[in-house]
């Protein structure tokens, strides 16, 4: 398990997908006012809402998302996760035409200055903690890159301890609350995608800019359903698609947290989260009792 992790400035994060070379040459990334970029700690439901965002950006350049020509832009871009790669990845981002899409699992003090410098769009994307601690064990034991759990307890004390690959949750909603107010960042929640995709997609759209017909609103969704994700995740994500769009739903954790860890993470919530913005936007007591 230690050789899948290492520790950057106290947070640790898979060998096999970050390095401290890497880390060093973000510092210096220059951001554009055009970017649009996708922040969520892992397993909030980040690959659904780049799927999203790259239909979108793709529309908005005037392409019919999975056409021909948009597949062939799509593939000419750098990963699109900003801090995973090797440390020349900037240099060629720098390249790229606008807009750019990014997505991140940092924390805002972690990320890139010119990011809030500059005025780059954010779409925060947020999940209910006891989903994405079930999702998490799940895709951790399934990922040979992750360190695996013997036991769901095992996770969990991890979970709740800070030990995870990209930091404490918690923390991290502690983190990005306070940039929760800025203009520039638009903060959406898992569970109402589920809940109102259509009005969802509309939002974000709007919140970028990009006028979005009913016709391509309607491809949009179509595209990006659970059903229709995990049917093309071959293409889109060879066999990494099989341990990804596992359930894809709200409310799993009730399979598996038991009396003592519902406790333990309601009082953790309740302390650490309940009172600030992004922890009534997660409406705990609907999705998480
Ligand atoms: P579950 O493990 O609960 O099923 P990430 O992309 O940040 O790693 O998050 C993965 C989670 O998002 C998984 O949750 C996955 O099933 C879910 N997910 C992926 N695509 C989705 C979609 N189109 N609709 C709903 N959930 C989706």
């Not at 898979?14 to 990334?29: D, G, R, V, Y």
């Not at 638009?186 to 995709?197: A, F, G, L």
Request: a negative charge; glycine letters at 4%.
């Amino acid at each position: 398990c230690d050789e899948l992790l290492f520790s950057y400035k106290g947070i640790l994060y898979p060998t096999t997908l970050c390095s401290p070379e890497t880390f060093k040459a973000l510092e210096s990334f220059e951001a554009r006012r055009d970017d649009v970029i996708l922040a969520g700690y892992p397993k909030s439901g980040t690959n659904w809402l780049s799927q999203i965002l790259t239909d979108l950006i793709a529309i908005s350049q005037k392409k019919t998302p999975g056409s021909e020509s948009s597949a062939n832009a799509e593939e000419q871009e750098e990963f699109p996760y900003l801090e995973v790669g090797d440390a020349e990845k900037y240099e060629r981002m720098s390249k790229l035409s606008s807009p750019r899409f990014m997505v991140t699992h940092l924390r805002p003090e972690n990320l890139p200055i010119s990011i809030f410098q500059n005025n780059a769009k954010i779409l925060l994307l947020i999940r209910n903690p006891k989903d994405v601690a079930t999702s998490f064990f799940h895709f951790s034991n399934r990922l040979a890159t992750l360190p695996s759990y013997e036991t769901w307890d095992d996770f969990f004390t991890n979970f709740m301890t800070k030990k995870m690959p990209w930091g404490c949750y918690f923390e991290y909603l502690s983190e990005w609350n306070k940039y929760a107010e800025k203009e520039n960042i638009m903060t959406i929640t898992y569970e109402e995608v589920k809940e109102n995709p259509a009005l969802s997609v509309k939002n974000i759209a709007t919140f970028f800019g990009i006028p979005l017909t009913e016709e391509q609103l309607q491809l949009v969704l179509e595209r990006s359903s659970f059903q229709s994700m995990k049917k093309n995740s071959d293409k889109t994500h060879g066999s990494f698609g099989n341990i990804l769009f596992r359930k894809g739903g709200v409310s799993d954790w009730k399979n598996i947290f038991s009396e003592d860890q519902n406790e333990k993470m309601d009082k953790a919530f309740e302390e650490q989260i309940a009172g600030t913005k992004l922890g009534k936007k997660l409406k705990y007591d609907l999705y998480c009792k």
